[in-house]
């Protein structure tokens, strides 16, 4: 069996790493590409992922959205026509390889684990033979996509799959200078790219003063944002692709203004507090109720301070096997209900 698998974002990479795999320890022959936005080339890179580099992205906005599917998904039909016929094409919210699959005749899988991108599910949820979610969405909110009779439902949060064979390595605190004995903050930042030398979120932005100055690890997710935290000062700023999740694990608290970096978090048992503007998603408003995830009101609820050795919530590895299955649902068993 062939099956291609697409990234076209750095979660992806961590997400399918594990299923990638699960799969070829099945025998499975499997292809990557990727997209070269973000971190995704150089996470794949890190963990020795073999990919073909395909496109880049197209800006913001529909108009760029559209643009960058339709010329993404062409070259990834002229890439896998060159090669032998692929049984199943795969991505975690990539509408590209779902519409290069389609034009293809290439059954396709999708995962996601946030239901209100709304554009995206539109594309996926029709296209793709098998929609893998959260078993905290419920399913009436995916039907408007075309989900309905397609959806393979798993329990937990993806980050308890790929972070199941995972433990911190303490390397990357010397890799960026930072004093274990001194509190840490690790900051991820909004997808949004700054306008004007200020981020777009006001909360984000005034989170970044609070920090200022003390140990404050921030990712940007674009150079854009990059160049600005380097001229604004005050923070350290990784340069390039590093161990996240390890750094993850060894703050003090976690403030992200996305999704990913929250539930790793989460799965690792370091305090978080999300800062996320959008509609919140059924996955965060679990962890909301369960007091594992915090919403972050004001910058002044934030405070910089040491936690004790050892403390945290209690880990929970799952199989991503269990993933692998799902995705494969197309070509073994058909869809599940």
């Not at 979660?11 to 799969?23: D, K, N, Q, W, Y």
């Not at 890439?79 to 389609?102: E, K, Y």
């Not at 370091?270 to 594992?292: M, Q």
Request: charged share 25%; net charge positive.
């Amino acid at each position: 069996m062939r099956v291609w698998v697409d990234l076209t974002n750095s979660p992806h990479v961590l997400v399918l790493r594990p299923v990638i795999a699960a799969l070829r320890a099945r025998g499975v022959e499997v292809e990557v590409t990727a997209r070269d936005f973000a971190q995704t080339l150089a996470l794949c890179r890190r963990f020795g992922i073999e990919h073909t580099p395909i496109g880049a992205h197209a800006g913001r906005g529909v108009p760029g959205k559209a643009t960058g599917l339709a010329r993404r998904s062409q070259a990834l039909r002229r890439w896998a026509r060159a090669r032998p016929r692929f049984d199943l094409a795969l991505g975690h919210g990539s509408n590209d390889v779902t519409v290069a699959a389609a034009a293809l005749g290439v059954p396709s899988s999708t995962m996601f684990d946030y239901e209100w991108a709304t554009l995206q599910h539109q594309v996926n949820c029709r296209l793709a033979r098998a929609v893998v979610v959260p078993d905290a969405i419920p399913p009436e909110r995916l039907d408007r996509y075309g989900a309905r009779g397609k959806l393979g439902r798993y329990p937990g949060l993806k980050e308890e799959y790929y972070l199941a064979d995972f433990e911190p390595d303490a390397a990357v605190l010397d890799e960026l200078g930072l004093d274990a004995t001194r509190p840490l903050a690790v900051v991820r930042t909004p997808p949004a790219v700054s306008l004007y030398h200020r981020f777009e979120n006001p909360l984000f932005h005034a989170v970044l003063e609070r920090l200022r100055g003390g140990q404050a690890v921030v990712l940007p997710r674009t150079h854009e944002q990059e160049a600005e935290l380097r001229t604004a000062g005050g923070f350290v700023v990784p340069e390039g692709a590093i161990d996240a999740q390890s750094l993850i694990a060894f703050a003090d608290v976690v403030i992200s203004a996305g999704g990913t970096m929250n539930r790793e978090a989460v799965a690792l048992g370091t305090p978080v507090y999300t800062v996320f503007e959008g509609r919140l998603g059924a996955v965060d408003e679990r962890l909301l109720a369960e007091g594992r995830l915090r919403q972050l009101r004001s910058a002044a609820e934030v405070e910089l301070r040491k936690r004790p050795a050892g403390q945290g919530a209690e880990r929970i590895r799952r199989d991503p096997g269990l993933l692998a299955d799902l995705l494969l649902s197309p070509v073994f068993a058909g869809t599940r209900a």
